[in-house]
């Protein structure tokens, strides 16, 4: 049975964008295809397991039809037969079917056994069709923003509205709201607890790179928000920049070794203020492990040039994707964004750091707070947009310099209260022997041998301070860092002693 061709209707009250004697904008719909879904599923209910794509109610273009489609749906889900007999008690008081001439309608569906053949067709063009009337709707909604000049007018804001509306048809197929069942969500916590447990008991989310970190926070979350702070020379970059390549290098491990376990992902790194170069050099100086100043000039052997090149090859499948554009605006990072979600697939985004993004035009640069907060909720959407991580790197205040304690607070954040408030998690760096180091008395000073006793002692030691986490405990994580390779790593047993 071939399924039938699509008919088309006027959008009520839509603008026309061809003007007065322009053709009325239509909307693409099929209803005999609907109605020989339905009849095929009441006939033979294994049918929904079956489809090929992810139907839903809101697909539908009679609303009756979506409603029965659920229907079917729950039953075969919970193990009963849908049948029109079984579907009478739940549609006896609906007054569309009532209008449609009450159950003989349902029972005429199934009529035809022959539609059993079309089924994966008929359901294949209802979704496109529905995706098609999202479509519609998008254009529709953009000339009439576009036309209408009571309003202040802001092209860019409604470029950006068009492609976030445009993305969510190409991404998910979205044509309705967004509303999540507690058993869909319920589903999703679990599939997160089980990761959790095939990975060891503590990994749910991406890899960190880092067991402490990893134990602490469970990995990195899909809608996170998650701001990692700190004062100059701290390593923020350096601590960021291990976790995207240990998070890009898990994806390429897992990807040949193919599982269940997903802690790994392609990684997109907003670089604001270095280049791509730089960060580049700094992953092969960690993976090669030459001294990264030593690279920068140059000033390596041959055996070591060897090693570089060696890494470097040994990379080139990195999914890791820099992008070091200045000076860019939240909106741009989230257009750019989007895109490499749709063409590279990338399940983590690094900004470094929000300070350097800009707001829109209109917000301008004279109220400072109000454009941060602007931009912390507009990296807060985006990880919910996508349902990636975000790891966005944030200055702190010079107040951690008038302290004795030099441990950062949240307080210490600049134009805190909105990065505070929109941040899921916040983490700040911090390494106690670069501030010691700025104390050093002179040499042979009664002071000098303490001094250098605690300088041995805390040498290359940092922590990382979770300082929020909405999901779990704060409090300080222990690290490794070795400044010459600009790498973080777990300490020994031993390290932390004394």
């Given at each position: 049975m071939a399924s039938p061709a699509?008919?088309?209707?006027?959008?009520?009250?839509?603008?026309?964008?061809?003007?007065?004697?322009?053709?009325?904008?239509?909307?693409?719909?099929n209803i005999e295809a609907e109605k020989a879904l339905l009849g095929a599923l009441l006939i033979e209910n294994g049918l929904v397991a079956e489809l090929p794509v992810p139907l839903d109610e809101v697909h539908f273009m009679e609303q009756l039809h979506g409603r029965v489609f659920a229907r079917i749906r729950q039953m075969a889900d919970q193990g009963r037969v849908a049948s029109p007999v079984t579907l009478r008690p739940l549609f006896a008081d609906d007054p569309a079917l009532a209008e449609l001439g009450g159950m003989a309608y349902l029972v005429g569906l199934t009529e035809d056994p022959a539609i059993l053949l079309a089924a994966r067709d008929c359901a294949r063009q209802i979704y496109d069709l529905a995706l098609l009337r999202a479509l519609v709707k998008v254009g529709t909604d953009l000339v009439s923003a576009a036309t209408d000049t009571s309003t202040d007018v802001a092209p860019l804001a409604q470029v950006e509205a068009a492609e976030e509306a445009l993305y969510r048809v190409a991404e998910t197929g979205e044509v309705a709201g967004a509303a999540t069942s507690f058993a869909q969500a319920a589903t999703r916590a679990i599939q997160m607890t089980a990761r959790a447990m095939k990975s060891g008991g503590h990994l749910?989310?991406?890899?960190?790179?880092?067991?402490?970190?990893?134990?602490?926070?469970?990995?990195?979350?899909?809608?996170?928000?998650?701001?990692?702070?700190?004062?100059?020379?701290?390593?923020?970059?350096?601590?960021?920049?291990?976790?995207?390549?240990?998070?890009?290098?898990?994806?390429?491990l897992e990807r040949e070794q193919p599982g269940e376990t997903r802690n790994g992902a392609p990684v997109a790194f907003f670089s604001l203020e270095m280049s791509a170069d730089q960060l580049a050099n700094r992953i092969l100086a960690e993976r090669s492990g030459i001294n990264s100043e030593d690279l920068r000039r140059g000033a390596i052997r041959q055996e070591e040039f060897n090693r570089l090149a060696r890494a470097a090859q040994e990379l080139a499948e990195l999914p890791l994707i820099i992008d070091d554009t200045p000076a860019l605006t939240i909106a741009g990072l989230r257009t750019r964004a989007r895109r490499l979600?749709?063409?590279?697939?990338?399940?983590l985004i690094v900004v470094d750091y929000l300070q350097l993004l800009q707001g829109s035009a209109r917000a301008g640069s004279d109220n400072r707070v109000q454009e941060i907060s602007e931009i912390t909720r507009g990296l807060k959407t985006l990880a919910k947009e996508l349902d990636?991580?975000?790891?966005?790197?944030?200055?702190?205040?010079?107040a951690v310099e008038a302290r004795d304690d030099k441990r950062p607070q949240l307080a210490d954040l600049r134009e805190s209260g909105t990065i505070e408030q929109d941040a899921d998690i916040v983490l700040f760096v911090f390494r106690e022997e670069y501030y010691h180091a700025q104390k050093k008395p002179e040499d042979g000073s009664e002071k000098f041998?303490?001094?250098?006793?605690?300088?041995?002692?805390?040498?290359?030691r940092a922590e990382v301070i979770v300082a929020k986490q909405r999901h779990g405990s704060t409090g300080p994580v222990p690290l490794m860092f070795a400044s010459k390779f600009t790498r973080f790593s777990d300490p020994a047993e031993d390290d932390w002693s004394g």
């Open positions: 699509a008919s088309i209707t006027r959008i009520p009250g839509a603008p026309d964008p061809a003007g007065a004697s322009g053709p009325p904008v239509r909307l693409p719909f749910s989310g991406l890899t960190m790179g880092l067991n402490g970190l990893n134990a602490k926070l469970g990995g990195l979350h899909n809608s996170d928000l998650v701001v990692l702070a700190g004062r100059p020379a701290m390593g923020k970059t350096a601590l960021a920049t291990n976790i995207a390549f240990h998070c890009a290098m898990r994806h390429l979600k749709r063409q590279r697939g990338i399940g990636v991580p975000v790891l966005a790197l944030s200055q702190l205040s010079r041998q303490a001094w250098l006793d605690k300088a041995h002692r805390i040498e290359g």
